[in-house]
């Protein structure tokens, strides 16, 4: 909501700049990217989504065998419940039970990690995107570069789209 008011009123603030009458000899010049589509398609995106599935892949394999320790258990315990002595049934069930709270931790912990490892990785990738977009600005004489967000911007021209213009340059930048 915020992000969308800030929106509106830079537009107010360039529709203003445009129909004032002491600026119209300045050239206004407008771009926007799609951030989105620039993270995803990008080879620094890319490689990052690879390791998110490779940390994924890892994570969920510790998951798989803690689960199959719990249902060893649970199959132990339901096979040995008539035979089992009371405290031996009550020691088993303990097991179990702190079994079960420490798969509860670890995917709590595989979650946090992941989520944080991705804040990382996003973040740099943003960081270097936003240094190519602030490049062209200044280099291109533009006047303001939005970011295209759904809903946001209902129209753009694709003459000022930057999205593969910035693309182009970030991967051209990884290579070197």
Same mark, same amino acid.
């Given at each position: 909501?915020?992000?969308?008011?800030?929106?509106?009123?830079?537009?107010?603030?360039?529709?203003?700049?445009?129909?004032?009458?002491?600026? *119209?000899? @300045?050239?206004?010049?407008?771009? #926007?990217?799609? $951030?989105? /589509?620039?993270?995803? =398609?990008?080879?620094?995106? &890319?490689?990052?989504?690879?390791?998110?599935?490779?940390?994924?892949?890892?994570?969920?394999?510790?998951?798989?065998?803690?689960?199959?320790?719990?249902?060893?258990?649970?199959?132990?315990?339901?096979?040995?419940?008539?035979?089992?002595?009371?405290?031996?049934?009550?020691?088993?069930?303990? *097991?179990? @039970?702190?079994?079960?709270?420490? #798969?509860?931790? $670890?995917? /709590?912990?595989?979650? =946090?990690?992941?989520?944080? &490892?991705?804040?990382?990785?996003?973040?740099?990738?943003?960081?270097?995107?936003?240094?190519?977009?602030?490049?062209?600005?200044?280099?291109?004489?533009?006047?303001?570069?939005?970011?295209?967000?759904?809903?946001?911007?209902?129209?753009?021209?694709?003459?000022?789209?930057?999205?593969?213009?910035?693309?182009?340059?970030?991967?051209?930048?990884?290579?070197?």
């Amino acid at each position: 909501m915020v992000r969308r008011l800030v929106i509106v009123l830079l537009f107010v603030v360039v529709v203003l700049l445009v129909n004032t009458p002491v600026l *119209t000899a @300045e050239t206004i010049k407008i771009g #926007y990217i799609n $951030l989105q /589509r620039a993270l995803n =398609e990008s080879e620094a995106g &890319k490689n990052a989504k690879k390791q998110m599935e490779d940390i994924i892949a890892s994570k969920q394999k510790g998951i798989n065998e803690k689960e199959k320790e719990i249902d060893r258990l649970k199959t132990e315990i339901d096979r040995q419940k008539a035979v089992l002595s009371a405290e031996a049934k009550k020691k088993k069930e303990d *097991t179990l @039970e702190r079994e079960m709270r420490d #798969y509860q931790r $670890l995917l /709590r912990d595989s979650q =946090e990690e992941v989520q944080k &490892k991705e804040m990382e990785l996003t973040s740099e990738i943003l960081r270097e995107l936003r240094t190519v977009v602030n490049r062209i600005g200044k280099d291109e004489g533009y006047t303001m570069i939005f970011e295209h967000a759904e809903g946001i911007i209902l129209y753009g021209s694709p003459s000022v789209n930057l999205t593969d213009r910035v693309i182009k340059i970030i991967n051209e930048t990884k290579k070197k």
